[in-house]
């Protein structure tokens, strides 16, 4: 085997869920940044500064409140120039002018109740869209706030996901495996063995017979019951 090449791979079929779903997470949280970054950019009606506003209202709360004033004197004046023309003490002349004022005063009131309504109306929509700004950064917050989260769980599941394959530390061969397709392992068992025949160390007795015939730096061949008797060449070191 070769350095880096997958040995042994464990169950996946929960990690590949866990990433599907964080993807998802992902692609939601990016879709909802999309949306808020859309309603952010849209164009702001443009109203009067809030303080003019205010001002405006008040004005025609004052404007209405003398026009209703007016109007209920000038209906006073029309009764009792009703009852003094019955009664021969005011001249038709004179009621006319009363009636004149009167009309002209309802008129007033009428004009005055719909420029008060205006004027609400204009206020009130200035103050929701004051309200509507906050809460849509409050939501584009929210949603670089998630996809933050979605990211770190994505990594995070990637992470664990290259810890679940096994690759080769080193060029070797494998001389034993301890485990089977199917098996549960426990952490810090033993899985399989890998040795580097490249740089073997053999410590073997020699008979006395044999050993006049060793020399440092003269060739020599281990047979090895783990490696099923395959012949390992290599030098005498001492």
């Known amino acids: 085997v070769k350095t880096g090449q997958e040995l042994l791979q464990y169950d996946l079929t929960k990690k590949d869920d866990a990433v599907k779903r964080a993807r998802l997470k992902l692609e939601q949280a990016e879709i ?26 008040r004005t025609k709360e004052f404007l209405y409140q003398q026009a209703l004033i007016e109007k209920e004197a000038a209906e006073r004046e029309l009764s009792v120039s009703y009852e003094l023309y019955e009664a021969g003490a005011a001249s038709l002349l004179k009621l006319k002018a009363k009636e004149d004022r009167f009309k002209k005063a309802e008129i007033q009131l009428q004009q005055a109740r719909r420029e008060l309504k205006e004027a609400k109306e204009l206020f009130s929509k200035k103050e929701k869209t004051n ?107 001492s």
């Not at 808020?36 to 009606?45: Q, Y």
């Not at 443009?46 to 205010?54: A, G, K, N, Q």
């Not at 040795?195 to 015939?213: F, I, S, T, W």
């Open 131 to 237: 309200i509507n700004r906050i809460s849509l950064s409050t939501e584009y917050e929210s949603a670089l706030k998630q996809k933050a989260l979605a990211v770190a769980e994505l990594d995070l599941v990637v992470s664990q996901l290259k810890r679940l394959k096994v690759a080769s530390p080193i060029n070797g061969t494998v001389t034993k495996i301890d485990v089977k397709e199917g098996m549960f392992v426990t952490a810090g068992k033993e899985l399989m063995t890998i040795v580097d025949l490249k740089r073997l160390q053999v410590r073997a007795e020699v008979d006395e017979l044999a050993a006049g015939r060793i020399k440092k730096g003269k060739k020599a061949v281990s047979t090895l019951e783990a490696f099923h008797d395959r012949g390992v060449q290599g030098r005498v070191e």
């Open 32 to 57: 909802a940044i999309m949306e808020a970054e859309k309603k952010l950019e849209a164009p702001e009606r443009t109203y009067s500064d809030p303080s003019e506003l205010e001002t405006n209202l």
